[in-house]
T-cell receptor
């Protein structure tokens, strides 16, 4: 079985501040991990993914995430928030034989001017 | 534009009515998925398909049926709509499986009154 927990349904940061969105997963086999972003009234877009290899993964728009097996975590970070980063972010896990991604409940990021 | 297209974008149904949501893709995706998105619950898998002529149940299949008669189309049917099926529905596709990431449609907002 696989599952994803996103801590914090809402996160608010100031423009220019560090963004940290938390994701913990549960999987019986080495997982593939994803972060997706959803802007208002749109579908989800892939930000970045971890499959194998380097545990620090860089994505679009300056985001990155680090796979930490010992902590079963895949937290998303960005050094400096921009107003355009305001959106909902979803962590997802796959590659465990289920043939579909399992998504977390999402974190809505607000960026204050 | 190439991609994953969902129709309709909005629909209001009365309880007991039926409807079909269409997902069409021109990206040669083998795998296609239907998810529903509800506040605080993330995306939950309804049904999916791993190739033309195949379908499989996800985690919340009750009240829905699907068909994949052609590779490029994945249909989601509601035979007798219920208010609990009020949701935003997303279709997604993947060329070779979920580990390669999804391409999402823009969603269908369905309200059942």
């Amino acid at each position: 079985a696989q599952s994803v927990t996103q801590l914090g349904s809402h996160v608010s940061v100031s423009e220019g501040a560090l963004v940290l969105l938390r994701c913990n997963y549960s999987s019986s086999v080495p997982p593939y991990l994803f972060w997706y972003v959803q802007y208002p009234n749109q579908g989800l877009q892939l930000l970045l993914k971890y499959t194998t290899g380097a545990t620090l993964v860089k994505g679009i728009n300056g985001f990155e995430a680090e796979f930490k097996k010992s902590e079963t975590s895949f937290h998303l970070t960005k050094p400096s928030a921009h107003m355009s980063d305001a959106a909902e972010y979803f962590c997802a896990v796959g590659g465990t034989g289920r043939r579909a991604l399992t998504f977390g409940s999402g974190t809505r990021l607000q960026v204050q001017p | 534009n190439a991609g994953v297209t969902q129709t309709p974008k909005f629909r209001v149904l009365k309880t007991g009515q039926s409807m079909t949501l269409l997902c069409a893709q021109d990206m040669n995706h083998e795998y296609m998925y239907w998810y529903r998105q509800d506040p605080g619950m993330g995306l939950r898998l309804i049904h999916y398909s791993v190739g033309e002529g195949t379908t499989a149940k996800g985690e919340v299949p009750d009240g829905y049926n699907v068909s994949r008669l052609k590779k490029q189309n994945f249909l989601l049917g509601l035979e007798s709509a219920a208010p609990s099926q009020t949701s935003v529905y997303f279709c997604a596709g993947s060329r070779q499986g979920e580990v390669y990431g999804y391409t999402f449609g823009s969603g269908t907002r369905l309200t059942v009154v």
